[in-house]
């Protein structure tokens, strides 16, 4: 009845499904109603992931494509497993035909594990719609969070080799992400390399010019952008070429034989790329593990959406920090002003510095960084360590810093080392005494008001 919407919610079906066959009330209610017993559901749910994930699908449509009778069916079969098999996976066909074959019915156990698999799976087909109408209504920091991933695959190990791993990926995939990538060469993606490879790609979405990330152990090594992705490829290489080595590198423009070529005299472990020539191929499959993958750079990071870390008993959720200033908005609180090419090179560091582990710093000039600074307990070391890092490279170069200095003594070090400007969100109660500092010694010091802090 009602076009289909209703079919098989009836007690004959659901009786059927839920009666106890060991207890003869069970037996005496079914014999009344004329009720026969079920022994097996076997269902697959309307399309529902699949119709959401066409382009401009109606919410009509959404709604229409929500299972009903088929979840009911599964879900009272899986209750009842003592007496009924409740097969919602094609893979497990085999196994209970082999069953039926060699011993005429399932065993317990057997039943027990397709019980787990259809709770799990209504659970999250109702995770997706759950989530889809409260998209639709616009409804944030809901009561209860429903998530729900699929498994990808099984990790040799973990962050460490006595740790088990899994990789899982978002139900409705994100195609500019290290689980939609295409593997075209070289060993298995471990658990180091997909987190280094997703951060990688992270940094990457803030550059649109032909722009090449290096990265090691979470944080780029080097970033170089220029008009060609040989060029770019040497910038991000010659700022930092001992980091790089055992490295993840991220090219947004096709690798061609000679920027190929040059990546090959290296120990890389993942090359990342949209797309790569025939020749550069050639060269770079010649290296038997290294891992080659192409992802969809035309889905890049373009909306907060949400990210989530766990914590001893719960979970974090925020918006991803996808805020893209625009320099017309920063506040120039000093004496002189940056040049033109100095705000160029205070942008570029501005977008390398927010995907740096806090306390976090860049030094930089327009097209390259040049020494970076990260993960230090107090500022002034990450300060030391990125302009170590440049040496002679700092003089005339900029320096970008994820949160305010709290004192001036990082402002008076990159004097002493030759920067010739800041960038910094500003907002500490002794901004004026790093502003002072900034005049001393001719500096030019740029407020964003922002800050990007990345644990």
């Not at 978002?170 to 939609?180: D, F, N, T």
């Amino acid at each position: 009845m009602m076009d289909g919407r209703v079919k098989t919610l009836h007690p004959k079906i659901h009786g059927g499904l839920l009666a106890r066959r060991d207890l003869a009330s069970h037996r005496d209610a079914m014999a009344a109603s004329e009720i026969l017993p079920i022994d097996f559901v076997c269902v697959n749910l309307y399309p529902f992931k699949e119709t959401i994930m066409k382009p401009d699908v109606s919410e009509k449509e959404a709604i229409e494509n929500i299972d009903i009778g088929g979840p009911s069916m599964l879900r009272s079969a899986a209750k009842n497993h003592e007496f009924v098999t409740a097969i919602v996976d094609p893979n497990d066909y085999p196994i209970v035909l082999d069953e039926l074959r060699n011993q005429g019915t399932t065993s317990l156990a057997t039943r027990q594990k397709l019980a787990a698999k259809v709770f799990r799976h209504t659970a999250a087909y109702d995770a997706l719609i759950a989530q889809y109408l409260t998209e639709q209504v616009k409804e944030e920091k809901t009561e209860k969070l429903t998530l729900t991933f699929e498994r990808k695959q099984d990790l040799r190990y973990g962050e460490n080799s006595h740790q088990q791993a899994v990789f899982y990926q978002s139900a409705l995939p994100e195609r500019y992400s290290i689980a939609q990538a295409k593997q075209l060469h070289g060993k298995e993606l471990s658990f180091n390399n997909i987190r280094d490879a997703d951060a990688a790609l992270r940094i990457m979405s803030e550059y649109q010019e032909p722009t090449v990330v290096a990265l090691k152990h979470m944080n780029p090594c080097g970033i170089g952008s220029a008009h060609t992705i040989f060029d770019a490829w040497l910038a991000a290489y010659e700022a930092d070429p001992v980091s790089i080595f055992g490295g993840i590198v991220v090219l947004n423009r096709e690798v061609d034989l000679a920027t190929a070529q040059e990546m090959y005299k290296l120990f890389l472990e993942i090359i990342i790329a949209p797309s790569y020539t025939p020749e550069s191929l050639e060269v770079l499959k010649a290296k038997k593990n290294l891992r080659l993958l192409t992802v969809d750079f035309n889905s890049q990071l373009t909306k907060a959406s949400n990210e989530i870390v766990s914590v001893l008993g719960g979970l974090l959720v925020q918006e991803k920090d996808t805020a893209m200033e625009k320099p017309t908005t920063w506040q120039v609180v000093t004496d002189r002003q940056p040049t033109s090419d100095e705000m160029a090179a205070l942008a570029f560091a501005w977008k390398a510095v927010k995907h740096v582990k806090s306390n976090a710093i860049v030094v930089s000039n327009r097209y390259q960084t040049l020494g970076i600074g990260a993960g230090q307990m107090n500022r002034v070391g990450s300060v030391k360590l990125a302009i170590e890092q440049a040496g002679e490279k700092a003089q005339a170069a900029v320096l970008a810093s994820d949160a305010y200095f709290p004192m001036d003594d990082s402002v008076e070090y990159a004097a002493k080392h030759g920067i010739n400007a800041i960038i910094q969100p500003g907002g500490s109660i002794k901004d004026q005494a790093s502003i002072d500092m900034a005049n001393k010694h001719g500096i030019a010091m740029v407020f964003t008001n922002v800050r990007h802090f990345r644990h």
